[in-house]
């Protein structure tokens, strides 16, 4: 499937979710959005507009030639105006539907004086339809996730190693996904070693690697927009207990989480299986963020996998399982898979070895 047929297909479920919510034309702010729903690459300079008979991508003159290479939509230059008002006049006649959880409250402002009437604001307007992945979207995904294995293994190969910087790791990470075709880092990498690792999001700092560290690296490559997301621990020599038991005790929890993935769990229930497990070994007060959550455009989208979690898993989900813990006095490890929900279970993305390594 091309990309053009499946943004046709996106602009319909636009034009019904509208329906849904009792308007007849929708206004998309939020960047990923954005792209979804034209293919522009550079969605945080572009507002796209859609009605009963029209779909518009809003950008400026900087992308003349970009945009009318990249959108699979018509092309409308703000050209000396503000694209608010480009917007307003192409929703002239319509009841817009409008992103309240994105769209600036100036923004929202000037369309409804405009209009003398407020539009509808939405909240998580397009999550109902971006949750579960066409198969051209899971390609792309299996592609990152391919991507960051592969800049796992280079890694391991040489730069991470004691005496190195937990920057200079999360930058061979970053050259090797750039120099072998990804678009960026998904976010940026978190390299925590020592008492750095009793930090969920110990970003790459520099901080020298020491031996005995075990080492989180939490990454992911970004392919034709596509985020992929993993996280591994890694020793460096032999690692002190209580870490090494914990270590056994967190795969456990994760592969018992992938094992129970299925359509109808419940994100609540997928959350409990590795939660439990972790109790079970005296170390639920240590696991202190959710089991995991979908990724796409964006790295976190739905479903939540969570305690508080109201989302139920479906085939063609992708999610990412990733259960850790810490303690501030000892440090801590997240071990962590990309996985697609299937019709019958569910498929691990992410290949790269996960069991225990001592380099």
Do not use: C, N
Not at 115 to 124: F, L, S, Y
């Amino acid at each position: 499937m091309s990309a053009k047929p499946e943004i046709a297909e996106r602009l319909e479920a636009l034009r019904a979710r509208a329906t849904e919510l009792g308007g007849d034309a929708v206004l998309l702010s939020a960047p990923a959005d954005v792209r979804w729903a034209s293919g522009f690459t550079t969605p945080q300079d572009g507002k796209v507009v859609v009605t009963r008979d029209a779909a518009v991508l809003i950008t400026d003159s900087r992308y003349t030639v970009q945009s009318a290479q990249e959108s699979a939509l018509e092309v409308r230059m703000i050209a000396g105006r503000t694209w608010i008002e480009v917007a307003i006049d192409l929703l002239a006649g319509s009841t817009p539907v409008v992103q309240a959880d994105h769209l600036t409250w100036h923004a929202a402002r000037t369309l409804e004086d405009a209009r003398k009437a407020a539009p509808i604001a939405a909240v998580d307007l397009t999550r109902p339809l971006r949750i579960v992945k066409t198969v051209l979207e899971q390609e792309r995904l299996r592609e990152a996730a391919r991507l960051t294995d592969a800049a796992f293994a280079f890694v391991l190969d040489g730069a991470l190693r004691p005496g190195a910087r937990e920057v200079d790791v999360a930058l061979a990470l970053e050259r090797y996904v750039r120099e072998q075709g990804g678009d960026r880092m998904a976010f940026d990498a978190i390299i925590a070693g020592g008492p750095r690792s009793a930090m969920p999001h110990g970003i790459a700092s520099a901080r020298v690697l020491e031996r005995g560290d075990l080492v989180t690296l939490d990454f992911g490559a970004v392919v034709d927009g596509y985020h992929a997301d993993m996280t591994r621990a890694v020793a460096l020599g032999p690692v002190a207990e209580p870490l090494r038991s914990w270590f056994d005790a967190v795969l456990g929890a994760q592969e018992a989480a992938i094992a129970a993935l299925r359509p109808g769990l419940s994100g609540i229930d997928a959350d409990a299986v590795a939660r439990d497990r972790l109790a079970a070994a005296g170390l639920g007060d240590r696991f202190v963020h959710s089991l995991g959550h979908g990724t796409g455009l964006e790295i976190h989208e739905g479903p939540a996998l969570s305690v508080r979690s109201k989302d139920v898993l479906e085939a063609g989900m992708i999610v990412t399982i990733e259960p850790g813990v810490y303690d501030p006095e000892v440090g801590g490890l997240r071990i962590e898979d990309l996985v697609l929900v299937t019709d019958s279970g569910s498929e691990v993305l992410s290949h790269a070895p996960k069991g225990y390594l001592e380099l």
